[in-house]
């Protein structure tokens, strides 16, 4: 059985990436790239039973899709309400309070293929974007396990009757979302913050004179832990001393 395995350096990507190997060593393809690199044109012409995008880097091109004699599977950090980029950002922005995964058949339109299974889980209300992502990547390697354990024992895998619930979220969505203008109420703005902020990545900003300025998140909890201090002394729960 011929595998090819995509993926970037994330939380349980090679323990993922292990597992291919330690089961089909000579015949499997394990290939790691980063956000901007080309897809490697050597996999174009190459043909294989199975196609593993696990939160790939690269949208698979359709010649690899026509190429792969079984499935194409990719592993999204997402539940179907929300496909595409930035699944975490607009789901701590919209304050749900469930989420999930998806694993679903790769079609040339991204997350838009069948629904193989959808993993849902809640979202807690001190989550932030990376503990609401990091929670995913757990979630995408268990489902993982279990896809393949289908696979090592050529069983079909699960059809599911859940379907996607929108089209998919764009890049250019995304970047709204860190959108900061001077119209914003502070609501409004603490929440784009809190939905845009992870570690070493762009946030919020404002732009003037066309340049950008970073928000930086910390001074917005600084803010909010001062307004909820002199909240508490109005109401005379002030500490002792004070």
């Given at each position: 059985?011929?595998?090819?395995?995509?993926?970037?350096?994330?939380?349980?990507?090679?323990?993922?990436?292990?597992?291919?190997?330690?089961?089909?060593?000579?015949?499997?393809?394990?290939?790691?790239?980063?956000?901007?690199?080309?897809?490697?044109?050597?996999?174009?012409?190459?043909?294989?039973?199975?196609?593993?995008?696990?939160?790939?880097?690269?949208?698979?091109?359709?010649?690899?899709?026509?190429?792969?004699?079984?499935?194409?599977?990719?592993?999204?950090?997402?539940?179907?309400?929300?496909?595409?980029?930035?699944?975490?950002?607009?789901?701590?922005?919209?304050?749900?309070?469930?989420?999930?995964?998806?694993?679903?058949?790769?079609?040339?339109?991204?997350?838009?293929?069948?629904?193989?299974?959808?993993?849902?889980?809640?979202?807690?209300?001190?989550?932030?974007?990376?503990?609401?992502?990091?929670?995913?990547?757990?979630?995408?390697?268990?489902?993982?396990?279990?896809?393949?354990?289908?696979?090592?024992?050529?069983?079909?895998?699960?059809?599911?009757?859940?379907?996607?619930?929108?089209?998919?979220?764009?890049?250019?969505?995304?970047?709204?979302?860190?959108?900061?203008?001077?119209n914003m109420s502070e609501e409004e703005i603490k929440r784009r913050v809190r939905a845009t902020t992870y570690?070493?990545?762009?946030?919020?900003?404002?732009?003037?004179?066309?340049?950008?300025?970073?928000?930086?998140?910390?001074?917005?909890?600084?803010?909010?832990?001062?307004?909820?201090?002199?909240?508490?002394?109005?109401?005379?729960?002030?500490?002792?001393?004070?």
């Amino acid at each position: 059985m011929k595998i090819l395995f995509l993926a970037k350096q994330k939380p349980f990507s090679q323990e993922a990436a292990e597992i291919i190997k330690s089961n089909f060593f000579s015949s499997s393809k394990i290939i790691f790239g980063s956000v901007g690199e080309p897809f490697p044109a050597q996999l174009l012409t190459n043909h294989f039973d199975y196609v593993i995008s696990y939160i790939s880097p690269w949208i698979v091109p359709e010649q690899v899709l026509g190429n792969t004699k079984v499935a194409a599977i990719n592993f999204h950090p997402g539940p179907p309400e929300y496909p595409g980029i930035g699944c975490t950002n607009f789901a701590i922005y919209n304050n749900e309070k469930e989420f999930g995964i998806t694993v679903h058949h790769m079609t040339e339109r991204v997350d838009s293929g069948n629904i193989i299974t959808v993993k849902r889980f809640p979202i807690f209300d001190g989550d932030t974007v990376y503990s609401l992502t990091q929670r995913c990547y757990a979630y995408i390697y268990m489902a993982f396990v279990e896809i393949f354990s289908l696979i090592l024992s050529n069983k079909p895998l699960p059809k599911s009757e859940e379907q996607w619930k929108r089209k998919p979220f764009t890049r250019k969505e995304l970047n709204d979302l860190c959108r900061i203008t001077s119209n914003m109420s502070e609501e409004e703005i603490k929440r784009r913050v809190r939905a845009t902020t992870y570690p070493k990545m762009p946030g919020a900003f404002i732009e003037f004179a066309g340049i950008k300025f970073s928000v930086d998140a910390s001074t917005v909890k600084e803010s909010e832990r001062t307004n909820a201090e002199d909240c508490n002394i109005r109401r005379g729960g002030g500490t002792q001393g004070s």
